[in-house]
């Protein structure tokens, strides 16, 4: 099992920045891909960005990118999502994921945190 805990949501102003973290415990040598997905209320989960295991390989949202960086830090276990020039629609709960599959789809979910950025 794996065990992906959240942190650094809040509330915003647009134009501002945020950083989320993402710590993970248990059989983490399974996630060799990270990432992060957002869900805001009323809409479907949707992919925002994520990185590899070595963290070289990094993929964005077109809705992201630019603004967002991701990042990892393997001996600490925890993964990091930078957010600058927020914009309302970047209001959702954010979730982290973990995968270990060959194929890279989600295995593992954290419990989301909160991120709301006023107009």
């Known amino acids: 099992q794996v065990q992906l805990v959240e942190s650094g949501g809040g509330l915003v102003q647009a134009g501002g920045s945020l950083r989320l973290s993402c710590a993970a415990s248990?059989?983490?040598?399974?996630?060799?891909?990270m990432g992060w997905f957002r869900q805001a209320p009323g809409k479907e989960r949707k992919f925002v960005t994520q990185?590899?295991?070595?963290?070289?390989?990094?993929y964005y949202a077109d809705s992201v990118k630019g603004r967002f960086t991701i990042s990892r830090d393997n001996a600490k276990n925890t993964m990091y999502l930078q957010m600058n020039s927020l914009k309302p629609e970047d209001t959702a709960v954010y979730y982290c994921v973990a995968s270990g599959r060959v194929d890279g789809l989600p295995e593992y979910w954290g419990q989301g945190t909160q991120v709301t950025v006023s107009s």
């Open positions: 248990g059989r983490t040598f399974r996630s060799y891909v």
């Open positions: 990185i590899s295991w070595s963290g070289l390989t990094t």
